[in-house]
Nanobody, 127 residues
Framework: QVQLVESGGGLVQAGGSLRLTCTAS????????MGWFRHAPGKEREFVAA????????DFASSLKGRATISRDNAKNTVYLQMNSLRPEDTAVYYC????????????????????WGQGTLVTVSS
């Protein structure tokens, strides 16, 4: 069974940090580019970050640039999203997703490009 499972969400004060983890089973994550998206109440789901299957190419939403890093450990079939200096507006359910890329550096920015999704983990940032 193909599955992505996110963990690491929770309640944190503004200015704090969280590391989200996405662990895959039933697939070999090293063949996929990975992304993180978030969905806040009353808003559309939005792109947060992505990493190529090689790990050499990453990108972030402008709202998170300088505050987040994305990394992967293909040996552990795991992807991480480290978020620092969290703000109340970062409150959302965060999803990881897997995208079959056409090259080692390819990443995708739209949710339609992603083939496999996790169930999400809730991040709540209090002011």
């Amino acid at each position: 069974q193909v599955q992505l499972v996110e963990s690491g969400g929770g309640l944190v004060q503004a200015g704090g940090s969280l590391r989200l983890t996405c662990t895959a089973s039933g697939i070999t994550l090293s063949t996929y580019a990975m992304g993180w998206f978030r969905h806040a109440p009353g808003k559309e789901r939005e792109f947060v970050a992505a990493i190529s299957w090689s790990g050499r190419n990453t990108d972030f939403a402008s709202s998170l640039k300088g505050r987040a890093t994305i990394s992967r450990d293909n040996a552990k079939n795991t992807v991480y999203l480290q978020m620092n200096s969290l703000r109340p507006e970062d409150t959302a359910v965060y999803y990881c997703a897997a995208h079959l890329p056409y090259s080692s550096s390819n990443i995708a920015y739209t949710d339609a490009a992603y083939d496999i999704w996790g169930q999400g983990t809730l991040v709540t940032v209090s002011s």
